[in-house]
């Protein structure tokens, strides 16, 4: 005798075709819970400036030096005095010297005079313009030049200091190191900084049905992507990553994963097991290592996220679908991440785009879609999704430019309308 299961929507857990989940917790609410228990890694370490790309930083940058060190020319052309300025017509000025940039001038310029001068060179004492050099006209002999009425006092000169004056902050602790922020260290002559000590991140994928590159597959089974994409997602953020490897679903198995993950890591990641299958058994194995704080998220894709912890270790526990993880990661591992490593940034900035596209949603969720951002016949931004959304779709995520962020009240988007909008790369 078979027993009928009735579809009672009151009596079960939310399935992954329902959007609205009474057991969710919004993404600000599941923000501020991750936010609450994470303390920031105090322990700094001294690095050579060129280690220092997306590091934090340990302590706040004064500078020792005017950056510029001295008055310098903007251009190449022939430094004067503005007093020698023609009121009217024309005034013929004496070269009387060259400033190269490494090699100064260094007597004084006196009325009637000027010097010839390069992008960079130091300006001589008297000279406080520079002529850029299309702007005169040069004598036969070469000695002379000839400006008028039209040049500007003051012009082309970089002033000491103009950058960065001494004593002046120039980088404060909790700063990300971008490219430029390495060039500007350089430029006050740092060699070594204080950064907070790298975060240690473990993670593992589960699921029987994995197999590693180089390995066969068989009938059902599947490659596993999700910890090479945490292993470039972690890479940009420059922590120390402890790959674990795959895991299958079997409870000693992930027992023993979870202990040595909490032995060795600060952080870590799981990705799989987390939803309501027979072989779900994350949850099981954190509620007996650790605590849970969520599970459940009121997001698509993501939805059965949990969040918690192993005494010492932060624990996210990622759904198995490829763009779940990069969708998760990016909203809730990675701030979580950066509040812990002392990272004083902001989270990502959403931007308000006109949708090219229609794009379907039922309330209940806040969506991350995957979107093309860019520029219509008309030079408009607009965006469009990047065809179908399912959450194992990876190639979404791959022709992507951005996300497309959608309300939990959202009931859709109509070609025209304005929608939030996460653009993934900055420069700088
Ligand atoms: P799960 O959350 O374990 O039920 O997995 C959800 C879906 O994601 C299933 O179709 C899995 O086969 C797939 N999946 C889980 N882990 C991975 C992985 N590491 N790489 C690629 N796909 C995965
Ligand atoms: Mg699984």
Redesign the pocket.
């Known amino acids: 005798m078979y027993k009928i299961m009735k579809n009672n929507k009151a009596s079960r857990d939310a399935s992954c075709m329902d959007d609205f989940d009474k057991n969710s917790i919004t993404t600000d609410q599941a923000l501020k819970r991750i936010f609450n228990t994470i303390s920031p890694i105090t322990k700094s370490e001294i690095i050579s400036i060129r280690e220092g790309l997306n590091r934090i930083l340990g302590e706040n940058i004064k500078s020792q030096i005017n950056v510029p060190s001295s008055r310098n020319s903007a251009m190449d052309g022939y430094a004067i005095n503005k007093v020698d300025i023609p009121k009217e017509k024309t005034n013929v000025l004496k070269i009387i010297g060259k400033s190269l940039a490494g090699s100064p001038f260094i007597k004084p310029i006196k009325k009637g005079e000027c010097v010839r001068i390069m992008t960079g060179a130091v300006m001589p004492h008297g000279a406080d313009t520079v002529v850029i050099q299309e702007h005169v006209s040069i004598s036969n002999t070469n000695t002379e030049i000839i400006i008028d009425k039209n040049t500007k006092p003051e012009a082309n000169v970089r002033h000491a200091g103009e950058d960065i004056s001494v004593g002046e902050i120039v980088l404060r602790k909790g700063k990300s190191l971008t490219p430029a922020d390495i060039g500007l260290l350089a430029s006050l002559g740092l060699s070594q900084i204080s950064v907070i000590r790298r975060l240690k991140v473990a993670f593992f994928?589960?699921?029987n049905?994995?197999r590693s590159i180089g390995e066969e597959l068989t009938d059902g089974e599947?490659?596993?992507?999700?910890?090479y994409t945490l292993h470039a997602m972690l890479s940009r953020l420059n922590v120390e990553i402890i790959d674990l490897g795959v895991v299958k679903d079997n409870k000693n198995l992930l027992a023993k994963a979870f202990n040595e993950a909490g032995e060795r890591a600060d952080l870590l990641i799981t990705?799989?097991?987390?939803?309501v299958?027979e072989a779900?058994y994350v949850k099981d194995i954190l509620s007996d290592h650790g605590d849970i704080n969520f599970w459940k998220v009121a997001i698509k894709p993501g939805r059965p996220l949990i969040f918690g912890n192993l005494s010492n270790t932060l624990f996210f526990g990622l759904?198995?679908?490829?763009v779940s993880v990069m969708v998760t990661f990016y909203q809730f591992v990675q701030p979580a991440i950066k509040k812990l490593s002392g990272d004083i940034s902001d989270l990502p900035l959403t931007i308000k785009v006109s949708s090219a596209s229609k794009l379907k949603k039922k309330p209940g969720r806040v969506e991350f879609q995957r979107g093309i951002i860019e520029k219509d016949n008309n030079n408009k931004i607009t965006v469009r999704k990047t065809g179908p959304q399912g959450s194992?779709i990876l190639s979404s995520m791959s022709d992507a430019n951005c996300f497309i962020v959608l309300p939990l009240d959202s009931k859709g988007v109509e070609p025209g309308d304005l929608v939030d909008v996460q653009i993934f790369n900055g420069i700088i």
Do not use: A, F, K
């Not at 599947?222 to 910890?227: A, P």
């Not at 759904?319 to 490829?322: D, I, V």
């Open positions: 994928s589960t699921g049905e994995l599947i490659y596993d992507s999700n910890r990705s799989g097991g987390v939803s299958g779900d759904p198995g679908n490829p194992g």
